[in-house]
């Protein structure tokens, strides 16, 4: 930076020696200026403008200094509230079928494509100063073309590429690198910045020298949208693929869009991963759930005494603060942070403890589902299902009366054969029953009888019917299964396959006993290893349940191992050995009896039933797989730069915050949001993102930074002219320096926290680009048709802005090309790499800036010849 300063001290004292703009004229032996300098579009000049003590013009350059000093931060404030309109409105979503596993799953995505939303609204926002001044001097110079427009998108291009990559290309840590990932279009938006500065030159000096027409304008910013529709064909390669698979993937930042990436940097996935899927682009979603697992997994190892919830936010907060985050957010945290604002911790926090008890509330609202209750007064049986001994002689059933309880309401009630026919196993039974104003429940007895004969289990059925007064609601039929009494069992599990998922505990697997419950009977059990495996997936166990008399159920306790698997599928199986019936001392004893009480004592001893050996498929849990499914789509971070209230907005504009919430702010924190909080103020004043889909914020955004940079305009022109320094030589110095300071911290935080180059480097080259094509593009467009209607031309002189140009595009080659070098293995990536090459790379960019301010800052005052 020194030699830079000195350079630019010794073309000011030749300034000041030649420049018509600040002359001495003494008089009266005493040193005397001529300031020829003219009022500005909203700020009038400093005057007097004759007679001007030297120390007076040294006062006066300090004030427009610090003045301009303060736009700049000024501007970078209501620039933020831009970008924060720009997240908002670029974040939006739909539903759409994407194909995973073979089977059709719909998931939430954004609207936007990710590098039209980058190449359009958030370069617009991130250079909207610039394109802005540019516009603006043009009319406040009556359509006649100026210096410090153009100059300033061309020297912020400078400082952009070469300063802004040389710090992030040092600040990652030594061995480590940052690749881009999505080179195509990288290399699409290089090759158009780079264009775009020729093109200016071409025009300027080549097509028609000295003078843009109108046709030259509308091009210049026609290749605005061409810009953006090779980089779309690029991203979505559709020169490559004869037909378009329109599919979607989940980015770094936890959220779903259309698909963007470059193969060979894809993740590779094992085919037996849990999170391979069946298409490129859901990898990227199955990928960020893998690290929100992994994540979680961490954490419930180091914080044991948390519940499963608090874990669950903890990683959520993790997975937010940790993750790659939009260029919006970057830029904005870097703001916040110069002005005293703190970082985004504490709203983090919060979002991710909002996010997870909204995630919570939807999946058990799913889960529990809503039981439509029939309106007004209604009858039903409660419970629906009863199981009785043979002997038991009789039994009561259960009506209950839900809804409106005034008045009177009646309903009848009837039995029907199932396998127990009426006569022989129960006593057919019907009746009324009637309920009186505020009666909730009714009885009735039902029969059974008993015999000495063996029989299977049985059932029949009880039904209502004909209800007065009311309606039927479900369940309005009962069933009645009679266990026979004379037999000690069958016993077996209910089914052969059973599902349970990972975080159930311990599950309870029945063992039922039909066909009879008389006497005490043990039966032995022990598990098998399958796919699951003993301590990693289950405890194994081995040891035997007792029937009591007349007990027709019991339950095996199973402990299943909770691995938080995001997909799950392994298998174990539990065996029943053969039942032994208690107090029987030998079963030899039998052959003593006769021949036929033989037969009929061998009958009634218990024995194995048909199913004796389960297999239990272990899942994961739905609700753990929901979980992480929604949180993983709401982990964000990008989208908590918004606001939703005027009264949010105020509260974070006067009040100091430090990087750590639990730290009280710093001195440093307090002198920043002192000195800033005059504009934090009156920008709060813009309406929240949250008002119109973000659409309010942004209109009403732009037009307060299209106000600031007007003013930014006139004194930067009046500091210009007080020092007799020209206006091309303010523009790529002091003007492109103060609107690019936000763009640098936030880039280099994206460098070290992000795993790619994409947001720190990336979109370097594509702001470039639109720099030219709107700001000189709609400019001079605008200016050559109001000439053109004047029957007039629009003169713009090569001088200083050509020689400018050609030496950015010049180094803006080499600069390309070295990155591009960097990525061959023995550095592997554009930024970072080992501590000689990070030095040299960074060097060598560095001096590319001040090659290029020192060379254009001597051609604008004469000292090389330029073109």
Not at 276 to 304: F, W
Not at 308 to 316: D, P
Not at 544 to 550: G, K, L, M, S, Y
Request: hydrophobic share 45%.
């Amino acid at each position: 930076m020194r030699p830079a300063l000195a350079a630019l001290a010794a073309c000011c004292v030749v300034a000041r020696a030649e420049s018509p703009s600040a002359r001495l004229a003494p008089r009266n032996h005493t040193a005397q200026h001529v300031l020829q300098c003219s009022d500005g579009l909203l700020i009038p000049v400093w005057r007097p403008l004759e007679d001007v003590p030297t120390a007076e013009i040294a006062v006066r350059g300090t004030v427009y200094f610090l003045a301009l000093m303060y736009l700049f931060i000024g501007v970078s404030i209501i620039s933020d509230r831009f970008m924060a309109a720009i997240e908002v409105i670029t974040s939006r979503e739909k539903e759409v079928r994407v194909r995973r596993n073979g089977g059709d799953q719909i998931i939430v995505v954004r609207v936007w494509n990710e590098t039209v939303a980058n190449l359009t609204l958030m370069a617009l926002g991130s250079s909207a100063p610039e394109i802005l001044l540019s516009v603006i001097e043009i009319a406040g110079k009556n359509f006649e073309a100026g210096d410090l427009g153009p100059g300033t998108i061309v020297g912020s291009a400078a400082y952009n590429l070469f300063v802004i990559i040389a710090i992030c290309v040092s600040v990652i840590p030594d061995g480590e690198v940052r690749k881009i990932k999505h080179l195509r279009v990288f290399l699409v938006t290089a090759t158009w910045s780079v264009f775009a500065y020729v093109w200016l030159y071409l025009i300027l000096a080549v097509i028609s020298p000295s003078e843009v027409e109108v046709w030259e304008g509308a091009v210049t910013f026609l290749f605005f949208p061409l810009t953006v529709l090779t980089a779309y064909i690029a991203d979505r390669r559709l020169l490559v693929y004869k037909y378009l698979k329109k599919g979607y993937r989940m980015n770094e930042r936890g959220v779903i869009v259309e698909g963007e990436g470059d193969g060979s940097v894809e993740m590779a996935l094992k085919p037996n991963d849990d999170f391979a899927s069946d298409d490129e682009e859901s990898r990227e979603l199955e990928k960020s759930k893998r690290e929100y697992i992994s994540v979680l997994r961490e954490l419930r190892r180091q914080h044991p005494e948390e519940d499963l919830e608090t874990v669950e936010r903890m990683a959520l907060e993790t997975l937010m603060a940790k993750g790659p985050k939009s260029r919006a957010f970057y830029r904005v945290a870097a703001t916040r942070k110069m002005t005293g604002g703190g970082d985004f911790s504490r709203k983090i926090s919060e979002r991710a403890q909002s996010d997870l008890s909204e995630v919570k509330a939807e999946i058990q609202r799913r889960e529990s589902g809503s039981v439509v209750e029939p309106k007004g007064p209604n009858v039903r049986f409660d419970p629906d299902h009863y199981t009785v001994m043979e002997n038991c002689g009789s039994f009561e059933v259960r009506v209950v009366r839900r809804g409106d309880l005034t008045g009177e309401v009646s309903v009848q009630y009837t039995t029907e054969d199932g396998t127990a026919e009426a006569g022989s196993d129960y006593v057919a039974a019907q009746g009324t029953l009637v309920f009186g104003h505020g009666e909730t429940e009714k009885t009735f007895t039902v029969q059974v009888i008993d015999d000495d004969v063996f029989e299977e289990d049985e059932h029949f059925y009880v039904r209502l019917v004909a209800p007065k007064g009311a309606c039927l609601a479900s369940p309005s039929s009962a069933t009645v299964v009679i266990l026979d009494d004379d037999h000690s069992g069958v016993f077996a599990f209910p089914q052969r396959d059973f599902e349970l998922t990972e975080s159930v505990g311990t599950y309870e697997l029945k063992v039922t006993r039909t066909a009879g419950a008389r006497g005490r009977v043990q039966i032995p059990y022990w598990t098998e290893d399958g796919t699951a495996k003993d301590g990693a997936q289950y405890e194994a166990v081995q040891d035997h349940i007792t029937f009591e008399n007349n007990e027709t159920e019991k339950f095996i306790p199973l402990h299943i191992i909770e691995e938080d698997s995001y997909e799950k599928d392994v298998l174990f199986y539990v065996n029943l050995g053969n039942p032994e019936l208690l107090g029987v001392e030998h079963i030899d004893a039998l052959t003593t009896l006769p021949e036929d009480d033989a037969v009929v004592a061998m009958m009634g001893l218990p024995r194995a039933g048909e199913i004796t050996r389960a297999q239990l498929r272990i899942k994961e849990s739905k609700e753990f797989k929901n979980t992480v499914d929604k949180l993983v789509q709401r982990a964000n971070a990008s989208i908590i730069i918004g606001t939703s209230s005027w009264a949010e907005q105020f509260a974070e504009a006067l009040t100091a915050s430090s990087d750590d919430p639990d730290e009280p702010p710093s001195w440093a924190d307090y002198i920043m949001h002192i000195l800033t909080v005059f504009w934090k103020f009156i920008f709060a004043f813009v309406p929240p993102t949250d008002i119109g889909g973000g659409y309010v914020c942004f209109v009403v955004s732009i037009i307060c930074i299209g106000i600031v940079t007007a003013v930014i305009g006139d004194v930067a022109s009046h500091f210009g002219c007080t020092l007799g320094i020209r206006d091309s030589v303010t523009a790529i110095i002091f003007v492109a320096l103060g609107t690019s300071i936000p763009d640098t911290f936030a880039s280099k935080v994206a460098a070290i926290q992000d795993k790619y180059a994409d947001a720190s480097v990336g979109n370097v080259t594509g702001s470039n680009a639109v720099n030219v094509f709107l700001g000189i593009g709609v400019a001079w467009t605008v200016a050559a048709v109001v000439h053109w209607s004047k029957n007039e031309k629009f003169h713009v002189e090569p001088g200083n802005l050509a020689f400018s140009v050609t030496m950015f595009c010049s180094e803006a080659a080499f600069a390309v090309l070295v990155l591009m070098l960097r990525r061959r293995k023995s550095i592997g990536g554009e930024l970072g790499g080992p501590r000689c090459a990070k030095t040299l790379t960074s060097m060598f960019f560095f001096s590319l800036w001040l090659i290029y301010l020192t060379m254009s800052s001597l051609e604008a005052y004469g000292i090389i010849k330029g073109f």
